[in-house]
């Protein structure tokens, strides 16, 4: 048992959940689906760095500057960008759902609640 | 050289009348018809005045190369073929132009129709004078286009535009073929230049994509020369003005398919193939285009399905695949252009003057016009091979090489009996139209009072039946040495192949030829007669047999059923439903994702690295996390309680950070996902706070599948990923982020320095994202305001503790800000921090309280934020260095000592306003919807 498999498995576990509830028929479902989808891509990405314990990339002299004694601080500075963004636009769904919730008073992801979608499509 | 330039011009000089003609006004019809007869005339003149060299045996070239290395080149070619054909087009046209000058009612938008008719007349030119194949094809698909536009010409006529669609759709789709077919033969000969395929038949011939090739080509001409079963756009195209019909359907146009016989012969014929496609395809036509014109009622469909079986005469002859046959065939295709176009015309003026085109009604018209008439029987027995006509002599040519015809048994019998019958049946036609239309009693229900037309209009008729017969009289005289110049081109061994000797004379002797063509003659005469008597053709109302339908309801048929899958296939893929779309996008992604490895699959990256031994910490704490994250999609219908669970998620995924040493990344992670967990409880508030039960039980259990699917997919990609070795560019940063960017905190100083962009980006998206909030609920009064807050008192402690925190929080704030650039934090965090400080003063003081204290609209602060941030980027260009160059230096401080600080502080600070701005923004938008406690409700 190593910490990759865990991690691999848990990965996999929060994109399940995550693709399960991103297929949901309310937004707020969906919403809530595509967070755990973005940490799971945010782990992924990160993991990219390998499982490297207790050496942050803090530089401290003394120690060669390698990655034999620090862990890569590429992937890590691209998650924090992955994350305060994704967050920008977590909030901006939300927002929205909010308005067209108010606007139809449906919260449905077409917009408009089956039955009554259908009833306009026989108007049509 | 001279002569050579005359080529662009010819092939150009319709386009540019065509452009110009498109530009005068519509109503003027002298102007447009003065404009066009120009053009068509100067055309003709220059085909003429390459004559002389043509006749001496050269062939013409000019040439620009556009692209060599697809071999692509624009240029002209004019031998023997292309000047007869040129000739022949602009010979012709010079009469139409004068034709429809009378022909077309005041009514009719002139300019577009003569600019239509430049267009048509300049692509055909294009095919016939290009040199290069591809060049050709363009020009092929030109025809068709323009042929649509004239054919739709009366485009309130529903018959007009669907026969137009027909042949568009018909020749269009013919036109695709042939691309296919030389683009293969490009490929087998080296080059698309057509001296060089003309010169390498044996090579095609050889090749085994030849028989491929040779279909392709032979559907484009088919296509366009109308060939059975393609025949049967053809009549439709009847619905166009009589010019059009008597210009494109039936001299140049639909002959351009047997004009590319002729040319690709030597490349592509001379072989079993060739004759085993062509000539079954020309017989056919050949006879069923002759039987279905005996028993049209229309004038023009008559000669439509006339022209039809010529055209069927035509391919046989090339299909005969002898050098005679070939001479026959050019012979031929001069011919019916010069009596067909002329009996084309005449119908018109018969329609014209008498009002319809119905030949029940259409009964003694020699009485009313009886030059016409006189025109219109010549023509006709010029069609029907009467002898002293033009008609007569390709047609002895035809029946000469088909009772010659020597290959297999069938066919030896086959050529000379359809021979025989095809021509009684020509005859059989050809004496209906003279006999029902200017004989046989009086002129039933007519709308006008027939008359002869005006002088001018009959002119072009008069010219071409004079040639018909000048040529059926001294054809050695008037047309040898054309003929003999056309033919030539027209086969092996390029331009100057050794013609097969043959005499065009009336009398060649008693022949069995001649016994046929007397047979056809007294047998079509007496078919027709039959016919009358028996059945009186008049009250036929379908044609006899299968070949009723036309093609039409096939074409109906095909086209419905295209159209209809279309339809379902749209509906199935693209109907609106988010959850269908989403599935398919996962599905699709998973597929992928498997592809590579369905089979073999890829070697792996590397040799696997051995792991790192798992602690009893990281299990609970994943397992925690695995636990949320399922119970999340257990109980995801009690929205409140998933928000928690995923809290815990998130949760997991800070403590994950923090265990794979990103401690920057923790930080953000937790105070992120704080924010984004209190926004989504705002929401909560104006959303159900439950899902409804969902109806699918079918569609869960679907979608259970598709996240396993993908869960494993991912799961296994990680493993994968996480066990193999790997190199990275990060060393880099490590070695200079101290001495180059002034940090120790390599994260920070990739944000701000290095990647200083890419956080320049976030940073706008983060306050577009606010303002954009702020915009959609700026007046937004919601329809249904839950009950304020009530005013009584609430827990004094909150509050209390609240306010406390805020100054520490500020404090902290500030260090984490000022200590990013060399320990964990940096502007991100700080901002966050700050922020959600606020926010808990708002949600344990209330929002009156806070905006009492704290006036100040957030909108400036993202301003501010990203005002600061560009200052600093573009404040080293005043020191000469590139956007957000950052340096650094040390401050002496009296008690502090030295401190580093590094102009990248400036960056961070417009980081972190920008942050708080944005977030408080959002939050405080939502927030504001619900109205302050005390309220009246």
Redesign the interface.
């Given at each position: 048992m190593t910490v990759e498999f865990v991690l691999a498995i848990g990965l996999g576990v929060l994109t399940a959940a995550g693709v399960w509830l991103l297929l949901r028929e309310r937004v707020f479902d969906v919403i809530v689906g595509l967070t755990l989808l973005s940490y799971a891509v945010n782990l992924f990405i990160f993991l990219t760095g390998r499982v490297r314990p207790g050496r942050p990339p803090i530089v401290e002299s003394g120690l060669a500057p390698t990655l034999a004694h620090y862990a890569d601080p590429l992937p890590q500075a691209l998650v924090l960008t992955a994350i305060v963004i994704s967050f920008a636009m977590t909030a901006l769904i939300l927002v929205i759902a909010l308005r067209a919730r108010a606007e139809t008073g449906s919260d449905h992801v077409d917009g408009a609640e089956p039955a009554d979608d259908a009833a306009g499509q026989r108007e049509r | 050289m001279q002569a050579a330039l005359l080529l662009p011009v010819l092939a150009l000089l319709p386009f540019a009348g065509s452009v110009l003609v498109l530009a005068s006004p519509n109503a003027q019809r002298m102007r447009a018809v003065s404009l066009a007869a120009a053009v068509v005339v100067a055309a003709t003149a220059l085909a003429l005045a390459a004559a002389p060299a043509v006749f001496a045996g050269e062939v013409l070239h000019w040439r620009i190369d556009w692209m060599p290395q697809l071999g692509l080149s624009f240029g002209f070619r004019m031998d023997g073929l292309a000047w007869l054909f040129a000739l022949l087009i602009g010979g012709i046209g010079m009469l139409i132009v004068l034709y429809a000058a009378y022909y077309l009612d005041p009514g009719d938008p002139a300019a577009r129709f003569f600019a239509f008719l430049l267009l048509f007349m300049g692509a055909m030119l294009g095919v016939v004078l290009a040199d290069n194949l591809l060049l050709l094809v363009v020009f092929w698909e030109l025809t068709s286009l323009a042929s649509f536009l004239l054919i739709g010409y009366w485009s309130h006529e529903a018959e007009a535009r669907q026969g137009a669609r027909m042949a568009l759709t018909i020749t269009g789709a013919g036109g695709l073929l042939l691309l296919g077919g030389v683009v293969l033969l490009g490929h087998i000969v080296g080059s698309f230049d057509l001296e060089a395929v003309l010169a390498s038949g044996d090579l095609i011939r050889a090749h085994p994509l030849y028989p491929v090739a040779l279909l392709l080509v032979l559907a484009g001409a088919f296509t366009k020369s109308a060939q059975f079963p393609f025949h049967f756009w053809l009549p439709h195209a009847m619905a166009a003005p009589t010019p059009v019909s008597a210009y494109l359907h039936s001299a140049t146009m639909v002959k351009a398919g047997v004009f590319l016989l002729a040319r690709m012969y030597p490349a592509l014929g001379g072989s079993d193939l060739w004759f085993w496609t062509v000539a079954p395809v020309g017989l056919v036509t050949l006879l069923v285009g002759a039987y279905i014109a005996i028993f049209q009622h229309d004038l023009k469909g008559l000669l439509a399905y006339s022209t039809i079986s010529h055209l069927g005469l035509i391919t046989l002859l090339f299909g005969i695949d002898t050098r005679l046959a070939v001479v026959a065939a050019v012979f031929h295709i001069l011919n019916h252009a010069t009596f067909k176009a002329s009996l084309f015309m005449a119908a018109g003026i018969i329609d014209h003057e008498a009002g319809s085109r119905d030949m029940r009604r259409l009964n003694g018209l020699w009485k009313s016009m009886p030059i016409t008439a006189v025109l219109g029987t010549v023509a006709s027995a010029a069609m029907a091979g009467v002898p002293l006509l033009n008609g007569f002599l390709s047609k002895e040519m035809f029946f000469t090489e088909a009772v010659g015809h020597n290959s297999s048994a069938v066919m030896n019998f086959l050529l000379p009996a359809g021979a025989l019958v095809a021509g009684i049946f020509a005859v059989a036609y050809s004496v209906r139209f003279i006999h029902d239309v200017f004989f046989n009693g009086e002129p039933v229900g007519l709308p006008k009072t027939p008359h002869e037309p005006p002088r001018f209009m009959r002119l072009p008729v008069e010219v071409l039946v004079v040639l018909c017969v000048l040529v059926g009289l001294f054809p050695g005289l008037i047309i040898g040495p054309v003929l003999a110049v056309g033919a030539q081109a027209a086969l092996f061994g390029g331009p100057y192949a050794p013609l097969p000797a043959y005499k065009l004379a009336i009398w060649h002797g008693f022949s069995l030829p001649l016994a046929m063509s007397m047979t056809a003659t007294a047998g079509g005469v007496l078919l027709y007669f039959a016919l009358q008597r028996r059945f009186n053709l008049h009250r036929l109302a379908r044609l006899p047999g299968w070949l009723a339908s036309g093609g039409r309801e096939a074409f109906h048929v095909v086209t419905e059923a295209k159209l209809r899958t279309a339809r379902v296939v749209t509906e199935t893929i693209e109907n609106?439903?988010?959850?269908r779309y989403?599935?398919l996008l996962?599905a699709v992604a998973l597929l992928a994702g498997l592809a590579p490895h369905l089979g073999a699959g890829p070697a792996p990256a590397s040799a696997p690295v051995a792991?790192?031994?798992?602690?009893f910490g990281?299990?609970v704490i994943?397992a925690i996390?695995?636990a949320a994250?399922?119970g999340?999609?257990i109980v995801?219908r009690q929205?409140l309680l998933?928000?928690l669970l995923?809290g815990a998620?998130?949760l997991v995924?800070s403590l994950?950070?923090v265990?794979?040493?990103?401690?920057?990344?923790a930080l953000?992670?937790l105070l992120?996902e704080m924010?984004?967990i209190i926004?989504?409880m705002l929401?909560?508030h104006?959303?159900?706070p439950e899902?409804?039960r969902?109806a699918s039980r079918l569609?869960q259990v679907r979608?259970?599948v598709?996240?396993?699917g993908?869960?494993?997919g991912?799961?296994?990609l990680?493993?994968a990923?996480?066990?193999s070795d790997?190199d990275?560019?990060?060393?880099y940063?490590?070695?200079t982020?101290?001495a180059q960017g002034g940090g120790?905190?390599?994260?920070n100083v990739?944000?701000v320095d290095y990647?200083g962009f890419?956080?320049m980006g976030?940073i706008t998206?983060?306050g577009?994202?606010?303002i954009?909030?702020h915009a959609?609920?700026a007046g937004?009064v919601?329809?249904r305001r839950p009950a304020p807050p009530s005013a009584e008192p609430r827990s004094p402690f909150l509050p209390l503790i609240a306010r406390l925190l805020l100054p520490l929080a500020v404090l902290l704030s500030l260090h984490l800000f000022l200590r990013g650039h060399?320990?964990?934090g940096g502007g991100?965090i700080a901002g966050l921090v700050l922020a959600l400080a606020l926010i808990l003063q708002y949600v344990a003081n209330g929002r009156q309280w806070v905006e009492q204290r704290l006036r100040t609209d957030f909108r400036a602060w993202i301003g501010a934020g990203l005002l600061i941030a560009g200052a600093a980027g573009i404040g080293s260009w005043f020191f000469g260095a590139p956007f957000l160059t950052s340096s650094y230096a040390y401050w002496a401080l009296p008690v502090l000592g030295a401190v580093p600080l590094a102009s990248a502080v400036v960056f961070d600070l417009g980081v972190c306003l920008t942050?708080v701005g944005?977030t408080m923004l959002?939050l405080v938008?939502?927030g504001r919807l619900t109205p302050p406690e005390g309220a009246p409700r």
């Open positions: - | 609106g439903n988010l959850q989403l599935f996962v792991g790192t031994p798992l602690t990281v299990l994943w996390g695995m994250a399922t999340t999609t995801y929205r998933a928000l995923l998620v998130g995924v994950t950070f265990y794979l040493s990103a401690p920057d990344l953000t992670q992120v924010v984004t926004l989504m929401a909560l104006w959303l159900p899902s409804p969902e569609r979608d259970f598709l996240a396993i993908a869960g494993a991912v799961a296994a990680s493993h990923l996480l066990t790997f990275s560019i990060s060393p940063f490590l070695r982020s101290v120790a905190n390599v994260v990739i944000l990647r890419d956080t976030e998206v983060l577009l994202a606010g954009v909030i959609l609920l937004f919601p329809a060399n320990a964990p991100f942050v944005a959002a938008s939502i």
